[in-house]
């Protein structure tokens, strides 16, 4: 409604005056803040101490401070809204960009152990994190929490948040260890979420040995359906764009139907009560590999950073809430805790998750160190120290599920978790993301010239390669040195090399001749354009 | 919220989780009929009969029907909302890319017939409305409106919707025509909604003489302050890109902070009643002239078509939400007007907008020919027939101006006033938009070779050049030519190219060198790009 409208309607009408009124005055002063983020951010760049999340953070801790002043210690809100704004709104664009930009080769090239720390490590975590708060907090004197709010609990502080590590992290570098920790950073955040969907969705009233099975059944099933439903469409996608090629038209059309086909995929999983973040993100995969090599060059550059931008303008929008809401009189009132208790709970949330991913990282690290066998490809101590210390902190995933789990009732144990999750993600991010920089690069100094554990891992690719030489436009070689026995002893020799071998020919004999994909769909202009996640930086 | 989490709660929270569960559907549904949207539009490209704003209306009705039948009749609507999504978040997208996107050499080279057509056209299609529907109403039998319904009224069938004789006639064919029509639309929408904001600003219980010296001093209050806030945001975008450069670090950051502050000028000027859509609309004007330029490469094409991608799947929403709403039941029910008194309303309204338009198109052209000296640049009677015929449709913001209006009350007047903004937004864009094609082909058949209007004005602003020569980067000309004296007798001459020329040397004096601008930043890449309005299609 325009508010110039309502400003002048008959005093009969002044309480919804008021009302529309303070929603423009909220969007507005939001809208200035996420502005002023951007700005600061980019002045902090090159910063030692700080970045964009601390700088959001900091910015909202800022404004609650002065929304505290301005309506005399009332509230600190400028805006509150529901969390079916995040979990509609804000979260999908996340997750998606997240899919579409996810650099395929780091992340497929560490597979096993990725899975390893993503998947097992954080089913560790989080059994680490639910037990030992269901049995601390007694200690310190919470004792309302039921079953399901404990191992919800523990869903929603295993999903780390490893932007900052990353930032820090030079890809050419470092790529063993790049490659982990994105790669963990994504297989985490669709793990957690799928448990704590699974955590949802169960009657926990009456806990019995069949719960930890059935708990373990519901989170396959949503794992696998959700990434099945995303594939579909990211194929269908794929092929309406392909057949229909839009591109002869509208470079809008093409990008107006990718961002609408990816948000359906989000809120058909929802309506059939599947993890709709799973199914964006596998949705965003598949387009990434097919749609987009089926769109107009102009479409490329577009889908890749208008999809980034508004996974940034969401980020950006949820860490300055957070500071806001940090400092909620209301919810601190509400949770009816001392500073002491809150204190020790926090504490012991955050101390759970460091010994939990203390346990579970260095003890994975020395397990897929066995079957590494070059040594210059085995995780060493300090490239184990930085993925224990990449997991450490929590961001926009914790407070989502945290909202999402707690804030639904006005009960005080909701608003204290609430409260817990708030001061977790804040210290994690301000105080451990501040020091990520030095201290990384203190951990890593003597490691930089030593890695060649990529170059060991490329030559296992040729050796594939020239084994088995097809119609995979990479190779070269002369078909007769084929040895179909090699074939099984490359398999348990190179699993994940053989694999991959194996995907890029179906791929190409079966997949892009009717998806599309690179080198699949003729370029319509003479330059070229690299992969949405190429190095173009943030 | 999570759909999953919710459908598994106790039966105690049915009633949340039903409301909660059909906003997903109503999404989902909505979203899914979005995507088809797009494919069909994109299917009648070539035709002869249809385009994207009759499919998305047509696919309106039949969802709506659908909808009806599966309710039994109860509501045809999948998603209802208030018309705070309108001009809160579907307005601004198409108005801001209506002003990123505009031609500007086509706008300001025939500025001043222009804004003939597009202010005082407008006005006094306004002005006939207004008394016309006043009298004529109550002629069939209504009379329950007041005055201040009786201009709004007039301002919202003012609004025309030129879209679908702008996709038929060519640019390069009919310049003359083309700059006209599509000038007169822009103009006339400034004009439409700033006329709505006086009149809702008037206190009009009491008409008095002064009235419409009142409505006409706010009119101009509205339009000049709302002008210099969008103008003076577009200007600190260009100013902060300019100087934090942030192509040195972010594609993304420059594409969001260019879309928050678009974004933010709306909203400000909606807090401090203004006129939003106008700030809007300069901002983008301002940004495309000088923010666009200070970009990235990869930043510029993200923003034309990112841009213009959400405008279109917010106007796609729009047609289709009316397709919808027209088979309403309950606003029907509620409007408690026979068919008959319906369809004599609408007709009456329909009427008043043809012979509105065709009062003052016809006079006005007659007159705006006579400073047009050369015969080919006059507007001959052919072309008044195209211009006449291009403003009798109505659109977006003829629905988005009447919800605001008359949906606020629940009145029958209220519900009334909707039903008919329906019947006539859809008659003229499926009806008269079906036989556009046809109809302008046949009018113009004879004269599209006899436009040399183009070439004539061209010469004219080369002539300029010639005399004043200066640092303006078109020209080469020995400046021992000039002659002061000449300048006023050019300004009484030819006074669009004069001060066309004389703003070119002010913008590359003074505005550009602080705000950046073509050929005032570096490029970043060899490859050039024309402005966002360049000829790339939709």
Redesign the interface.
Known sequence: ?????L??LPASDLPKIAS?AS???S??VF??L??AC??I???L?GSRWANESIASLLLGLCAGLVMLLVTRWKRSHILTF???LF??YLLPPIIFNAGFQVKKKQFFQNFTTILLFGVLGTLISFCIISTGSYFLFKQIGITSLKIQQYLATGAIFSATDSVCTLQVLNQDETPLLYSLVFGEGVANDATSIVLF?AV????LSHVKAMTAIKLFGTFLYLFFTSTALGVMIGLLSAY?IKK?Y?GR?????E???M???A??SY??A??L????ILTIFFCGIIMSHYTWHNVTE??R??T???F??MS??SETFIFLYVGMDALDIDKWKRSDASVGTTVAASGTLFALVMVGRAIFVFSLANFANCFRHESDDKIDLRQQFVIWWAGLMRGSVTIALSY?QFS?SSSKEGAFMITNSIIVVLFSTVVFGSVTKPLIKAALCHNWTSTNGEDAHSSSLEDIHILFPDNCRTSGNDSSHANPRSSLGMLIMHPTSTIHYLWRRFDNMYMRPVFGGRGFVPLLSS?TLTSPEGA???
């Open positions: 409604m325009a508010t110039s409208t400003l002048f529309a929603v423009v005055v969007i507005t809208v200035a996420l502005c951007l700005v951010g980019h002045l760049e529901d969390e079916e979990f509609i969907n949802q969705s169960l009657n309406i229909l839009f038209h509208s470079t809008n059309r990008v107006a139907i961002l609408l086909l948000y359906l809120m058909i929802e309506l009560s599947l993890s709709g102009r479409s550059i577009t890749r950073h208008a980034a931008a940034f303008i999402n639904t330059s173009d930086g943030v």
